[in-house]
């Protein structure tokens, strides 16, 4: 039998060298995208199972969405916010914080409040009296304890199901909440809507493309 010779595997090493170095690019885009999905998974999960519960026990849910921010105030003239971590959970006032915080994958944070022009990181910062201080975990520095850009938001499911505050700098947006969550590295988006009068939650866009699922 006729065996390779060394310049057909070299040839064929070649080709299979070509073919992986340029698939480098799309398998890199798969694994960026993937984190940016398994945030929005991970939001909606937290919504649904609040609405869910808010329904089923007859009492408001929250569910509290929180970015902590890094200010780099070495940079001259010039405030870069650079996201450490993003967390979402689900908290009531009889039993406060349900099941623990669920970190976002790394580099992912919520991006701005539909509707607030001048919102950004700085829009998303709440007052006391918009979050229980029972709401604070020890793992989580409190908004407006540390340094500026922690941020805090929240939905409010009342007990027929309806998304009936979103509330942002202490205000409250009687239109539909959108969630909008980037990823620090590639500048990807993601928006999740909630219905205000029904409660409906789903993914409207990911990655620039239109969802709706």
């Known amino acids: 039998m006729r065996g390779f010779t060394l310049i057909e595997l070299v040839i064929v090493v070649a080709i299979l060298s070509l073919l992986i170095f340029a698939s480098l690019p799309t398998f890199r885009e798969f694994l960026l995208s993937a984190r940016l999905r398994q945030g929005c998974y991970d939001v909606i999960a937290a919504l649904r199972t609040a609405r869910g519960l808010a329904i089923s026990n007859r009492v408001e849910y929250m569910t509290l969405f929180y970015t902590?921010?890094?200010?780099?105030?070495?940079?001259?003239?010039?405030?870069?916010?650079?996201?450490?971590?993003?967390?979402?959970?689900?908290?009531?006032?009889?039993?406060?914080i349900i099941g623990g915080w669920k970190r976002l994958p790394d580099n992912i944070y919520f991006d701005y409040l539909y509707g607030d022009t001048n919102s950004g990181f700085k829009g998303m910062e709440t007052g006391g009296d918009e979050v229980p201080n029972s709401a604070k975990d020890p793992h989580l520095p409190y908004p407006n304890e540390t340094a500026d850009g922690d941020s805090m938001l929240v939905v409010i499911f009342k007990s027929n199901g309806q998304a009936v505050k979103f509330s942002s700098t202490g205000r409250l947006v009687p239109s539909h909440p959108d969630i909008i969550l980037r990823d620090s590295i590639t500048g990807d988006t993601a928006e999740i809507k909630v219905l205000g009068s029904t409660g409906r939650i789903y993914l409207y866009s990911f990655m620039g493309r239109l969802v709706q699922e």
């Open 68 to 96: 902590t921010m890094r200010d780099n105030r070495n940079l001259p003239n010039f405030k870069y916010f650079d996201p450490r971590w993003s967390a979402v959970c689900i908290y009531t006032q009889e039993e406060g």
